[in-house]
């Protein structure tokens, strides 16, 4: 019977309630389990596939289509397996589920409630994605208090009861503020926020305190007593340079042996040392490398989540730190210009509407010209093909029918069977596809291979009718989904690096295992640093 380990959060959000989930994992993996993860988020949305990146940050698509919460993206670099639709569900589901029971008269004519309808619903899902595992690790988003979590945990807490107290862990992440003034870690909302959790009939068995400075053994000993705790189950999370290094900080105060200890399991002796290698490999690279990322959502940071962790495994596969620079596109093109000066490579991301698609272009044309790295993801591949159209094949009003439906060029264009759609969400083209790779392409030499398999994430598609003559214009379509002779990979003629790609690598890349594309492209920009700044220059002082 699995074990599940339940991960709440309190005071405010953003605690990385699911960097902390994926670093125990990781732990738990090293030491021999079969561990899983789960991400129950309370808002009433079916899936965030719909929701603006400013409202939810990036979504993360799974090998089998599903949209999902980012957190599932840290979920597989973490433990570098794949994750599936049923290690996340939403309260959207979940009611969705229930009432269409409902309709079909399967409760027999009873009341439909919360409880025990809705929660036995959430328990459901819990037990079918845990099964076949050691270990389930169930992340509950929102903050203890929240009026929309709180099915969610009285799930847990029911669980819990079900499965007895040596089957059933739980783990509180909770933020100790750092007040100047006094110069001091406050303790009080990590004990309001566990009062909390306990009104609602949960006793956590460990907490995890976010903190920008360490923790005296005097705060601890306080927490410990006040929250009824071992002070050993009070563990630090303080800021670290990368998020890798998560699970070697927990793994140095003994995270691993008190989870095993509380859950009464046997385990391995810890297999670590890879991943420490890994942490010490982004620590202290030898080279550095700058990337321009040239989008619209660049004020926050996780609308772009899985390609900055892209670029920082292709980074380790060079052992070269990447510099992330975001550059605005929604400004005057002067300015992107300007921002683009300084990089050794550029990457226009993916994205959707017309709001700062000139900047995007301008980007494109920059790197195409002047002779810079390019790597375009979905949105980045069209508007490379939109931009050579322009301004290489002299068709001025070139264009994607997502943008201009009256354009007299619509090199890119939505499909057929797109056209009849009317629901926004779940109906884009989602989830892995084959795609057969030109021989002696770019792409060819990156992955060694001439057949891959990519996920997708978009409803247009480069129109077919011009593919010929951007093709002999010199870019060349290196990559195809054959059933339906899709473009998926183009590159261009003549450049030293010029690759873009209909679909999403970012999401099969991870620390152990970097993306071909991704690790080709930095050791392209790696390239071009060298060139520019002069052999050595970009080596770190010891």
């Known amino acids: 019977m699995p074990k599940y380990i339940f991960v709440t959060g309190g005071v405010v959000s953003s605690l990385g309630k699911g960097i902390s989930a994926a670093s125990l994992a990781k732990l738990l993996q090293c030491r021999g389990l079969k561990v899983t993860l789960l991400k129950c988020d309370p808002y009433i949305n079916v899936d965030p596939g719909t929701m603006n990146p400013y409202q939810h940050g990036e979504v993360f698509v799974t090998e089998d289509g599903a949209e999902t919460d980012l957190d599932l993206g840290h979920y597989e670099r973490f433990l570098n397996v794949d994750m599936h639709h049923t290690n996340n569900f939403t309260a959207g589901q979940v009611y969705e589920t229930v009432i269409a029971k409902e309709r079909r008269g399967e409760f027999l004519g009873a009341t439909v409630q919360v409880i025990p309808h809705i929660t036995d619903e959430i328990k459901g899902r819990i037990r079918m994605a845990a099964k076949g595992h050691d270990v389930a690790i169930v992340e509950i988003g929102g903050t203890v208090g929240d009026i929309e979590s709180l099915p969610f945990l009285e799930a847990a807490r029911q669980l819990g009861l079900e499965v007895g107290k040596d089957s059933a862990l739980y783990f509180h992440v909770t933020l100790l503020p750092y007040i100047k003034a006094s110069e001091e870690l406050k303790t009080k909302p990590t004990q309001h926020s566990v009062g909390k959790l306990r009104e609602i009939g949960i006793n956590p ?18 927490i410990a007593m006040f929250c009824s705790v071992h002070k050993d189950s009070v563990i630090q999370a303080p800021d670290v340079s990368t998020i890798y290094e998560v699970p070697v900080v927990f793994q140095k105060q003994g995270l691993d042996e008190q989870v095993l200890m509380v859950l009464r399991t046997r385990a391995s002796q810890m297999d670590f040392e890879p991943w420490k290698n890994l942490v010490d490999r982004l620590k202290n690279p030898k080279y550095e490398v700058r990337i321009a990322l040239a989008g619209k959502y660049t004020e926050i940071k996780d609308a772009y989540k899985s390609v900055d962790e892209a670029l920082i495994h292709g980074g380790v596969a060079h052992d070269a730190r990447v510099r992330i620079k975001y550059v605005d596109t929604t400004g005057p093109a002067a300015d992107v ?134 093709e002999e ?32 690598p970012e999401f099969k890349s991870r620390p152990e295992a970097p993306h071909p594309l991704f690790a080709s492209f930095i050791g392209a920009s790696l390239d071009r640093a060298r060139s520019r700044r002069g052999k050595g220059q970009e080596t770190y002082a010891k």
């Open 337 to 470: 210009d300007a921002a683009l000066e300084e990089a050794d490579g550029i990457l226009v991301p993916g994205g959707f509407g017309d709001r700062g698609i000139e900047g995007k272009l301008r980007a494109v044309q920059v790197a195409r010209e002047r002779g810079i790295p390019y790597f375009g993801l979905c949105l980045g591949m069209q508007l490379a093909v939109i931009e050579f159209a322009r301004n290489v094949l002299k068709l001025g009003a070139a264009n994607s029918t997502e943008f201009d439906q009256k354009t007299r060029y619509p090199v890119i264009d939505i499909l057929p069977e797109q056209k009849a759609v009317t629901d926004k969400g779940a109906t884009m083209r989602l989830g892995s596809y084959p795609c057969a790779v030109r021989k002696g392409s770019l792409a060819h030499k990156a992955y060694g291979s001439l057949t891959v398999s990519e996920r997708h994430r978009h409803r247009f598609e480069l129109n077919n009718k011009f593919r010929r003559l951007i």
């Open 473 to 504: 214009g010199g870019l060349q379509v290196t990559g195809v989904y054959q059933p339906k002779n899709l473009a998926e990979i183009v590159e261009l003629r003549d450049h030293p690096w010029f690759l873009a790609t209909q679909f999403h």
């Open 205 to 222: 068995d460990i907490i995890v305190c976010r903190s920008e400075r360490p923790i005296s053994p005097e705060l601890r000993a306080k």
